[in-house]
């Protein structure tokens, strides 16, 4: 039996956008993987959790956003680790509930320079491996070790920091996101009173 990979997004989310839908969609089809899966974090352990949106909004935005999709889903096993979850804690916990996968840690650009001060950076290049996506202002590296593969995605300058804050100004912002997202957001009233109070994803 074919094992199956899947390439591991992390993010808040907040919200989910279709700069992220767009890259996840592209790795599926055109990088090392058989799915990526949008993996909720509850606490990014470099940011504040004061920062985001309640875990279950976000969670049901992810849900509306990839509804029917058989290559991109949705992985809320972060929720229910200790806080805050590192990366390696994830993996091994992926890796124990679905022992017929492989996985792979997708991570952009802008990260990849910080990697090392990742929590058993070695470890997971090594027992899990990376998929490097380009992210503006930070080159893709030329020269990277063993288990780690660079994917020239397509860039989607869009963020969920400027889509908040756009939303507490009171534009419309249907077109930056799938409409059913944009519906539960209008409809529940999020990101009105203060753009900046959620913080930065």
Same mark, same amino acid.
């Given at each position: 039996m074919t094992r199956r990979v899947i390439g591991i997004l992390g993010g808040s989310f907040n919200p989910v956008h279709n700069g992220h839908l767009m890259l996840a969609s592209y790795i599926a089809q055109f990088g090392p993987v058989d799915e990526v899966w949008l993996n909720l974090s509850p606490q990014n352990p470099f940011k504040e959790q004061s920062e985001l949106l309640d875990d279950r909004h976000r969670l049901a935005m992810l849900d509306k956003a990839v509804n029917g999709s058989t290559t991109v889903k949705v992985c809320d096993v972060e929720l229910s680790l200790p806080q805050p979850s590192y990366t390696i804690n994830t993996m091994e916990k992926l890796e124990s509930m679905y022992p017929d996968c492989d996985f792979r840690i997708i991570i952009g650009s802008d990260n990849w320079p910080r990697f090392p001060e990742w929590r058993d950076s070695e470890a997971l290049?090594?027992?899990?491996?990376?998929?490097?996506?380009?992210?503006? +202002?930070?080159p893709l590296p030329d020269i990277v070790p063993d288990n780690v593969t660079v994917v020239d995605a397509p860039?989607? +300058?869009i963020s969920s920091t400027f889509i908040r804050e756009c939303i507490a100004e009171g534009r419309d912002m249907n077109f930056f996101m799938p409409p059913q997202v944009y519906e539960y957001i209008e409809r529940n009233k999020l990101y009105k009173n203060d753009g900046k109070q959620y913080g930065i994803e």
């Open positions: 290049i090594e027992r899990y491996g990376l998929i490097v996506y380009p992210r503006r +202002d930070y860039m989607v +300058d």
